[in-house]
């Protein structure tokens, strides 16, 4: 099995690039290490604080988040950097050629469970006209994204990466400690008989995501002729790697359950890395109204609607909004 390193030069990923992407799995290692230590380490439970989108910290989100800002910003490549942890952009070299967005700990719900978790990062490279403290560098499409990827720290550490050439997966090694190639261009099968969403929410959904999701669960005794089952992780980690291995439809759709927060999961640091990723394995990665790496960012922490996976039961899903 081949090394990172080698393997991204293989693909003639330019050499800043690599060094960056090196830092940031330097920190996934320390953060796997820490979320297998969590019980043992106090690091179970909440804080007493509230991040920014007013969601309860956890004692590891907080730990994930220094331990990433802090190991990025002393990097040298990094020109900004935001989190879901962050209440705006926080600036580091100023010379710093990318700027990486970040959701150090996805799923943090399941951290007191003991079930997935996984850190989120997405890089484009940085505005030079403007400053590292400008938050705007971070208002680009995600078209733009030049890596995505994420760590999944289940009973395997997986890093899930593209630069843009395919998406890889890799696995930590923990007798040597770096990750090694183990499937390279991953394909996401077109199509599924797989969904995952929060069915709780079923009755706030707008009417052409109540239709399809009936057709789905009716099976093959409704229009769909054929059976589907459901799977939800509650990490979108966990969920869409899911889709990656098997295929399959993950959505995250608009609702009215409070009508000041119509989506739930973030552009810049979910939605994004995970559009680029699912897109490179021959998947699609949509709202309702068009496809999400190419929304032009109003807000760091700004939310979509995610509808991706499956390349025809995703065309299918968006036919009900016709
Ligand atoms: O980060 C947001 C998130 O935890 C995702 O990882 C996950 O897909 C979703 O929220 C879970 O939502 P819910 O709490 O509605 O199950
Ligand atoms: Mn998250």
């Known amino acids: 099995m081949q090394r990172l390193a080698p393997a991204l030069r293989e693909d003639n990923v330019p050499l800043d690039l690599i060094s960056l992407i090196k830092t940031i799995l330097a920190a996934t290692k320390e953060i796997s290490f820490r979320v297998s230590q969590a019980h043992l380490g106090g690091l179970m439970g909440s804080t007493l604080d509230e991040n920014i989108q007013g969601e309860v910290q956890k004692k590891l989100d907080v730990v994930a988040n220094e331990l990433f800002k802090d190991i990025l910003l002393e990097s040298g490549f990094v020109k900004a950097i935001s989190s879901e942890e962050e209440d705006t952009s926080v600036a580091g070299e100023p010379k710093g050629k990318f700027i990486v967005s970040f959701d150090p ?17 997405s890089i484009h490279e940085s505005r030079p006209e403007l400053a590292a403290d400008d938050p705007d560098q971070f208002k680009q499409a995600g078209h733009k994204q030049v890596c995505a990827g994420y760590v999944l720290y289940g009973p395997s550490t997986m890093l899930v990466m593209t630069t843009g050439q395919g998406t890889h997966f890799y696995v930590l090694d923990r007798t040597h400690g770096g990750y090694l ?3 390279r261009n991953v394909q996401i099968p077109q199509d599924t008989q797989e969904f995952a969403i929060n069915m709780s929410n079923q009755r706030f959904w707008q009417q052409p995501m109540q239709n399809y999701i009936n057709d789905l669960v009716a099976g093959d005794t409704g229009p769909r002729g054929k059976n589907f089952n459901m799977r939800w992780i509650a990490a979108m980690v966990g969920d869409i790697h899911r889709v990656l291995t098997r295929g399959g439809i993950f959505t995250y759709p608009a609702d009215n359950k409070n009508p000041n927060k119509p989506y739930k999961l973030r552009l810049m640091y979910e939605a994004n890395p995970m559009s680029f990723l699912v897109e490179q394995a021959g998947g699609l990665a949509m709202t309702s109204q068009g496809r999400i790496m190419e929304i032009d960012p109003s807000d760091i922490h700004q939310r979509v609607e995610v509808i991706m996976g499956s390349k025809n039961e995703v065309t299918k899903c968006l036919s009900y909004y016709q």
């Open 105 to 121: 700990l996805d799923g943090s719900s399941n951290i007191d469970i003991n079930s997935l978790i996984g850190t989120i990062f």
């Open 181 to 183: 190639l183990v499937q």
